[in-house]
T-cell receptor, first 115, second 107 residues
Framework: EPEVTQTPSHQVTQMGQEVILRCVPI?????FYWYRQILGQKVEFLVS????????KSEIFDDQFSVERPDGSNFTLKIRSTKLEDSAMYFC?????????????FGNGTRLTVT | KNEVEQSPQNLTAQEGEFITINCSYS?????LHWLQQHPGGGIVSLFM???GKKKHGRLIATINIQEKHSSLHITASHPRDSAVYIC?????????FGTGTSLTVIP
């Protein structure tokens, strides 16, 4: 069964550094999402992406964050200047159709540790 | 303010028991999702609902749009069902997640 792939599984970075988290969604999916989960807390929505542009974003997704689909397969989340509070598990998800029409498929997550 | 509330937060059951996890929400939704998060952290989508009831194997999910309430039932629970179950809703603009129900099924 096709799956969403995220790399790396664990990323350690120093405060102030830029990080790029990578995701390969399922190939025929058109909608892409990033979520994060701070350790011990609930999952939070960051951003949704469709047709090469951001559809929706949450208050968390400020100017430090950006997303890109640089080619036909990858979907990336960039954090420009990491802060300690960015330490979290970041999940990518994709769906075939828009929200409410098809289920979400999640990657296994990237654990980001900012020191 | 929590747009999604789940209960119970923690649940321990004996193998074979029937389990119910509840979810209430306060926003208008386009869909409700039940997710399973494994101890390693990975998330699997179990159901997406906008009305009625869905069944997959031993799992049943129901939603009452008027009451803004959904339930996830597990029949004949098994230790491999031990995980965190998360209710999430989408409004078309945003996603909101519950804090999850940690289920432990004892052999």
């Amino acid at each position: 069964e096709p799956e969403v792939t995220q790399t790396p599984s664990h990323q350690v970075t120093q405060m102030g550094q830029e990080v790029i988290l990578r995701c390969v969604p399922i190939s025929n999916h058109l909608y892409f999402y990033w979520y994060r989960q701070i350790l011990g807390q609930k999952v939070e929505f960051l951003v949704s992406f469709y047709n090469n542009e951001i559809s929706e974003k949450s208050e968390i997704f400020d100017d430090q964050f950006s997303v890109e689909r640089p080619d036909g397969s990858n979907f990336t989340l960039k954090i420009r200047s990491t802060k300690l509070e960015d330490s979290a598990m970041y999940f990518c998800a994709s769906s075939e159709s828009g929200e409410g029409f098809s289920p979400l498929h999640f990657g296994n997550g990237t654990r980001l540790t900012v020191t | 303010k929590n747009e999604v509330e789940q209960s119970p937060q923690n649940l321990t059951a004996q193998e074979g028991e029937f389990i119910t996890i509840n979810c209430s929400y306060s926003v208008g939704i386009s869909a409700l999702h039940w997710l399973q998060q494994h101890p390693g952290g990975g998330i699997v989508s179990l159901f997406m609902l906008s009305s009625g009831k869905k069944k997959h194997g031993r799992l049943i999910a129901t939603i009452n749009i008027q009451e803004k309430h959904s339930s996830l039932h597990i029949t004949a629970s098994h230790p491999r069902d031990s995980a965190v179950y998360i209710c999430a809703v989408s409004t078309g603009n945003q996603f909101y997640f519950g804090t999850g129900t940690s289920l432990t099924v004892i052999p």
